[in-house]
């Protein structure tokens, strides 16, 4: 159930279509004079879509709390329905990424929810970082890489069954991260424990169907603070080039030191054909899980502008995995999450601003200055009339969160769905 109908909808657009337009037009104005067509950027920004994690639309914490908000999804019927809403309004999410566990259904019941809301099935996450019930073997020592082969054999087992259920659903993808690593140095042996992983990681990639890709993220460090068996883009890019054509690096902004340079990364893995994917996020610190763009646009910015420098040169894979993977704590999880959509349209819009003949010229010409002023003048315009025309000409809404907010989604949901217990679950 949602209530966002197609009335709400029609009657929100229709006091904001005036201006809506007004601004289209004199931003379509400004960019014909750069000799850019605003129909042709709002036709490619509008065909973005970006995968809702299930999992980030409850609240999240951290391992101290967790302050439950109201009307939290209970199970993940109720997760398929926020994320319907957050579709309805946007048009920039269309697909779901489940995690198992904890989304663990009835394929056929999870075929049918998802196409109630038009909805598909994005990558699979399997989850080996932390113990199940009735789990035979423990993760604390690590799972994919863990010195007990039946240890191994378990979490390997895991992963295929995540394959099973997605194959049930439609999914075509398996996404793998694994906690595996070390907190004290001399706890494990640096080189065997990667080779038990890759071993691991060989058994599940030999089993995945032929249309499937694997991708695997790598993190810096957490839960594993002295070393991590898959812990940055190098040790990911060997990892996809051992196990075959269908494994991928997956890139999470916040799986990096501050100030990593990820487009550089980005540039790395799409020269050798092994990027997979994204999961969007912003951090401060480390890997905080901050709404996507919430503290450095222009990252987020300069990673699209490699995508479209990729395209433009006829080498960007089509089936990237653009997933939004967040915690949101202090927010409501649905408004942060249409925000976040909207945001990575808005690095998408804004780098396909970027005048890449003026551009190719500066760097041939080693004009510094003006080549960085061509990134700058296409990061400084004001695209959100190109963002809001491509909603309102989808059906969408032309202001995503004050129609969410009018809705009363929030009020209606939290009378069906009792309060979750506050507790410390942390979401990684
Ligand atoms: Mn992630």
């Known amino acids: 159930m949602n209530n966002i109908s197609d009335s709400l909808i029609h009657s929100e657009n229709e006091a904001l279509k005036a201006n809506a337009t007004t601004d289209y037009e004199a931003l379509g104005e400004r960019l014909s004079r750069r000799g850019v067509d605003i129909q042709a950027i709002t036709d490619k920004v509008a065909a973005f879509g970006v995968a809702v994690p299930s999992w980030g639309v409850g609240t999240g914490g951290t391992r101290f709390a967790r302050f439950p908000g109201m009307g939290e999804p209970r199970d993940i019927f109720d997760k398929l329905d926020d994320c319907g809403v957050i579709n309805r309004l946007t048009g920039a999410t269309p697909s779901v990424s489940l995690h198992i566990p904890w989304d663990i259904a009835s394929a056929d019941d999870l075929r049918a929810k998802a196409q109630q809301h038009g909805l598909r099935f994005d990558a699979m996450n399997s989850n080996t970082f932390q113990d199940q019930q009735q789990q035979t073997y423990s993760y604390k020592f690590g799972s994919l890489s863990h010195t ?8 390997i087992e895991h992963n295929l069954a995540c394959i099973e259920l997605g194959v049930a659903i439609g999914s075509n993808a398996l996404t793998v991260w694994v906690g595996d690593g070390s907190n004290f140095p001399g706890q494990t042996n640096l080189t065997s424990q990667f080779e038990r992983y890759l071993e691991s990681a060989q058994t599940i ?15 810096i460090y957490e839960p594993a603070f002295y070393s991590t068996v898959v812990q940055d883009w190098g040790t990911n890019y060997l990892i ?33 054909q092994k990027l997979g994917g994204f999961h969007f996020n912003d951090s401060k610190y ?3 899980d901050l709404d996507t763009a919430a503290i450095d ?30 915690s949101h704590n202090v927010t409501d999880p649905i408004e942060s999450l249409m925000q976040s959509a909207m945001e990575v349209q808005r690095a998408y819009a804004q780098a396909l601003l970027v005048d890449r003949k003026a551009l190719a010229d500066f760097q041939q010409g080693n004009d510094v ?16 009339p190109i963002l809001a025309m491509g909603r309102l000409q989808k059906g969408n809404a032309i202001n995503p969160v004050a129609a969410y907010r009018k809705s ?20 990684v």
């Open 240 to 272: 996809a080039q051992t196990l075959g054509d269908r494994a991928y690096c997956l890139v999470d902004l916040g799986h990096h030191a501050p100030n990593v340079n990820i487009e550089m990364i980005v540039a790395r893995l799409v020269q050798f």
């Open 286 to 288: 480390g890997d905080d």
């Open 148 to 155: 007990n082969a039946a240890t191994r054999q378990q979490a």
């Open 297 to 326: 646009p222009f990252r987020l910015f300069l990673i699209f502008n490699e995508l479209v420098d990729a395209d433009v040169r006829g080498k960007l894979d089509k089936n990237l995995a653009h997933m939004l993977d967040q």
């Open 205 to 219: 990639y030999n089993s995945l169907p032929a249309d499937w890709r694997l991708y695997t993220e790598h993190k």
């Open 408 to 427: 009363g989604y929030r009020q209606h949901v939290a009378e069906q769905r009792p309060e979750v217990a506050a507790g410390s679950s942390g979401i």
């Open 369 to 384: 200055l003006m080549a960085a002023q061509v990134l700058k003048e296409a990061f400084r315009t004001d695209v959100e």
